[in-house]
């Protein structure tokens, strides 16, 4: 059973540029949530989606968007990028409303 | 805003002791709270979780426990191994059908062989 499977792993961009990172859940689940985690940092909310549906937001501006796709795989959109956004950026899956979430290995992000 | 404190920041202990981390959260609505490991390079991994209506939970090494009326929650270590060094996060969920977790700081567990 594939757990959470995040793409790519490692990734540089040029501030300014636009990126757009993968996620693909857990068997069986249909919610994804991302979260941001700078370095010596917990992670940090950024939103969650199901049924398609960005269902909450975190404190994070509009240059950060989503997408799910009918195969519960989602998207996480970071245009505009600025130095601040180098982070590791982990997906998290889960069933439904339950609480219980499984994170990816993340995608780490670097701005230059 | 919803908020969670943990301490210690970093923790060292020698092979075969025990470890204690303490989480405090803000919000009474909180009714989820995970443990996660991470290691160097990677996700983090849950490794034991607990719900409102529970005090206290154990898995073999691992405990956690809850106290509601004080707003904290602890991961008690046990005989601890040299692959139990990481770092340590916890976390709350709100309640009220809200879906996020809110992390804590982290604590980097080092065990002395």
């Known amino acids: 059973d594939a757990g959470v499977t995040q793409s790519p792993t490692h990734l540089i961009k040029t501030r300014g540029q636009q990126v757009t990172l993968r996620c693909s859940p857990k068997s069986g689940h249909d919610t994804v949530s991302w979260y941001q985690q700078a370095l010596g940092q917990g992670p940090q909310f950024i939103f969650q989606?199901?049924?398609?549906?960005?269902?909450q937001r975190g404190n994070f501006p509009d240059r950060f968007s989503g997408h799910q796709f009918p195969n519960y795989s989602s998207e996480l959109n970071v245009n505009a990028l600025l130095l601040g956004d180098s982070a590791l950026y982990l997906c998290?899956?889960?069933?439904?409303?339950?609480?219980?979430?499984?994170f990816g290995q993340g995608t780490r992000l670097t701005v230059v | 805003g919803e908020n969670v404190e943990q301490h210690p920041s970093t923790l060292s202990v020698q092979e075969g002791d025990s470890a204690v981390i303490k989480c405090t959260y803000s919000d009474s609505a909180s009714n989820y709270f995970p443990w996660y490991k991470q290691e160097l390079g990677k996700g983090p991994q849950l490794i034991i979780d607990i719900r409102s209506n529970v005090g206290e939970k154990k898995d073999q090494r691992i405990a956690v426990t809850l106290n509601k009326t004080a707003k904290h929650f602890s991961l008690h270590i046990t005989e601890t191994q040299p692959e139990d060094s990481a770092v340590y996060f916890c976390a709350a969920r709100l309640g009220g059908g809200a879906q996020k977790l809110v992390f804590g700081q982290g604590t980097r567990l080092t065990i002395n062989p």
């Open positions: 989606y199901y049924e398609e549906e960005e269902r």
């Open positions: 998290a899956s889960s069933w439904g409303d339950s609480s219980v979430a499984f």
